[in-house]
């Protein structure tokens, strides 16, 4: 008894380890912040949130009615600003905006229905990289419902991700980012933690949500949207920036290089 006793405590205080301290990057580094917007429902103040934040690179989803407003608002701002429209799907648009060089690396079509992937290669202060943005299948299930479709879609949103990953070009540092639909735990995740990929918020925070939906009787909250980034880089911080007019809130994560030749 005194053994098993000992050995939950033990793996009791590994659970509540506590987080990394946020590094302010000296070196060369860039910021990466990824964002669902929600349909693009309010341009303006989605606009005036990205140039606050004034990130190197973002990453946006559900951006289907942004694009005029982004352009018009940031194009000083940006080098790039590039628009793509998902053909299967109302919310599958995304939008990459960039203070670098870019280029296409892979539009990629659905593989379900639902959502597209796309990859962009940037000329960033670390070298060349990739990002690969998603949005993946929502936990609706085929019979409807979403209380159902959270334990019936797991499969797709793992097999969704398996299928955009194998258009990455492996010569080149990765960074997934997007709207998992899921948490840090699922299964989509643990594909990308298993490539060598790591996880960025939850080393720095492990309780802020990155989503919400407000019902008759309670605020549903879970954290859905990640940045997980390949062996190349290391993380000096990451954050939940809490606030904008989506049921998402931006995350951010500051990229420094570790292995770049």
């Known amino acids: 008894m005194r053994r ?3 050995s939950f405590l033990a793996a009791l205080l590994c659970g509540c380890a506590t987080v990394r301290k946020a590094q302010v990057a000296t070196g060369p580094h860039f910021r990466i912040v990824t964002y669902n917007v929600n349909r693009g429902s309010n341009p ?17 989803q559900e951006a289907d009615n942004l694009e005029p407003g982004i352009r018009a608002a940031l194009t000083q701002q940006y080098q790039t600003i590039e628009f793509h429209d998902s053909e299967a799907r109302v919310g599958g648009g995304f939008i990459f905006l960039s203070k670098y060089r870019s280029r296409d690396v892979a539009r990629i079509p659905t593989a379900n ?3 597209d992937g796309w990859i962009m290669a940037f000329d960033t202060p670390l070298g060349s990289i990739q990002v690969l943005n998603v949005h993946l299948m929502p936990p609706f299930g085929r019979w409807g419902g979403w209380v159902g479709g959270y334990f019936t879609t797991r499969g797709d949103r793992l097999r969704e991700i398996k299928h955009f990953y194998n258009y990455c070009d492996p010569t080149l540092p990765l960074i997934v980012v997007g709207d998992f639909n899921d948490t840090a735990h699922s299964r989509a995740v643990r594909f990308l933690k298993r490539k060598g990929l ?11 949500p990155t989503w919400y939906w407000p019902t ?10 990640h940045i997980l980034y390949s062996r190349e880089f290391d993380c000096a911080s990451a954050r939940v920036i809490v606030g904008g007019p989506s049921d998402h809130f931006p995350v951010e994560a500051v990229l ?3 292995e770049f030749k």
Do not use: H, S, Y
Request: proline share 2%.
């Open 4 to 6: 098993v006793l000992i």
């Open 44 to 60: 303006r103040e989605i606009a005036e949130m990205i140039r606050t934040n004034a990130a190197d690179i973002v990453c946006l």
């Open 113 to 115: 229905g639902w959502f």
């Open 198 to 208: 790591k996880n960025a918020l939850p080393q720095f925070d492990r309780r802020t």
């Open 216 to 225: 008759r009787v309670v605020t549903l909250r879970r954290r859905m949207d």
């Open 256 to 258: 420094v290089g570790r």
